[in-house]
């Protein structure tokens, strides 16, 4: 067996008005990401690691931001859609470890959902998905509530 690990980052602002939708869940909040799909940030991370691990280029090469395919688009489906290409090519997630790194809300109570809805998406066990969370202690961007980051690994295995 041979094994692959992949690294993902992801970034999105915050603005009023806005849906936030991290980890495949909506969480009711003031703010919500700016971006040209749902904007969940987590899944994207999650998404590049996957890529990143057979070296299969990043979310924005397959899923470009100028395509009206991918406009306002369910994550879900875009992280389904990279699970589908590592299957294709005989290999499948041991784990994910996924760090969110956001001010407000807290979204402790929303982990165990989000761990669901991405264990459900990929065909794993909930016990291969790890979500955790962090403020930014105030600092930064992130700590001003300006934005939303997370950062995720992945073994892969074949
Ligand atoms: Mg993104």
């Given at each position: 067996m041979e094994y692959r690990t992949g690294l993902g980052y992801d970034i999105h602002r915050l603005e009023e008005g806005l849906q936030l939708v991290l980890g495949g869940v909506h969480i009711p909040h003031t703010k919500g990401c700016v971006a040209h799909s749902d904007g969940d940030a987590l899944i994207h991370a999650l998404c590049?690691?996957?890529?990143?691990?057979?070296?299969?280029?990043?979310i924005g090469q397959h899923f470009p931001d100028n395509s009206d395919e991918f406009k306002g688009i369910d994550s879900k489906i875009l992280l389904a859609r990279v699970n589908g290409m590592i299957k294709a090519k005989g290999w499948h997630l041991v784990n994910a470890d996924v760090m969110l790194l956001l001010q407000k809300p807290k979204i402790a109570s929303y982990v165990p959902q989000m761990r669901a809805a991405l264990a459900e998406v990929l065909g794993v066990e909930i016990?291969?998905?790890?979500?955790?969370?962090?403020?930014?202690?105030?600092?930064?961007?992130?700590?001003?509530?300006?934005?939303?980051?997370?950062?995720?690994?992945?073994?892969?295995?074949?």
């Open positions: 590049d690691a996957m890529l990143g691990a057979l070296a299969l280029g990043d016990d291969r998905v790890s979500v955790k969370a962090t403020t930014n202690e105030g600092l930064g961007p992130i700590g001003h509530e300006e934005g939303v980051a997370a950062y995720a690994t992945v073994l892969l295995a074949d």
